[in-house]
Structures are given as C-alpha cells and as structure tokens.
C-alpha cells in the first residue's frame, strides 16, 4: 500500500526556519526522484524542489537559496529545510514522486495529507 505522510508544518514568523519531513513507501521510494510540493488554496500545486536517487537536486526559483531537500535512502524519508521564511511561503506541503505518483487501477494521482506551513507575524 503506498503512503505518504508528511508532518513538520506549523505557524512561524517571517525569517524563521521549518523542517518538513516525509515518510514515503519503500515500493514508491526506492530508486525514485521524490519532491516537495506546495499548495496555496485556489492555486495550482507547484513543485518546489526535488531531489533524484542520488541526491541530484532541482529549486524553483521563488525557493532557491532559502530550502534545502534531503533524502535517506536507508529510512525511505525526505526531508525539506526551510529557511529565511516568507508570507508567500504560506501553503501546504506534500511530497510525492516527481512526477506525482498514479495508481495503477484507477490512474488516479495520490497525495498525502500535507502539512500546513504559515509564515505571519
């Protein structure tokens, strides 16, 4: 059964640091590229970093600099280090494949549940 559980989110005042963490599946982990998205309410899911099974690494623009993704092979975990936080930064963290993981019956996307990441003073 493939999971995703993402934790780490919380309220932090801009500048602050989080660390997000995500346990994935060893089925969907393994040899995979994984990312961590985000989702602002009304808006498209972005990807914002993504880190291949070597731990080769990719930034959006609007992160790049300020996060950091890490990956343990051994423990099937990823990892995303936020620092010097935004307001726009605000939104919901999952993490997934890149590209997003699809179940093989239904074709379907899956997520997790996300964690809540809000920057405000």
């Known amino acids: 059964q493939v999971q995703l559980v993402e934790s780490g989110g919380g309220l932090v005042q801009p500048g602050g640091s989080l660390t997000l963490s995500c346990a994935a599946s060893g089925s969907i982990f393994r040899y995979n590229t994984m990312g961590w998205y985000r989702q602002v309410l009304g808006k498209q899911r972005e990807l914002v970093a993504r880190?291949?099974?070597?731990?080769?690494?990719n930034y959006a623009d609007s992160v790049k600099g300020r996060i950091t993704i890490s990956r343990d092979n051994a423990m099937n975990t990823v990892a995303l280090q936020m620092n010097s936080l935004k307001p726009e930064d605000t939104a919901v963290y999952y993490c997934?494949?890149?590209?997003?993981?699809?179940?093989?019956?239904?074709?379907?996307?899956?997520w997790g549940q996300g964690t809540q990441v809000t920057v405000s003073s």
């Open positions: 880190i291949v099974s070597h731990s080769s690494t």
């Open positions: 997934n494949l890149d590209p997003p993981y699809r179940s093989s019956s239904n074709g379907r996307e899956y």
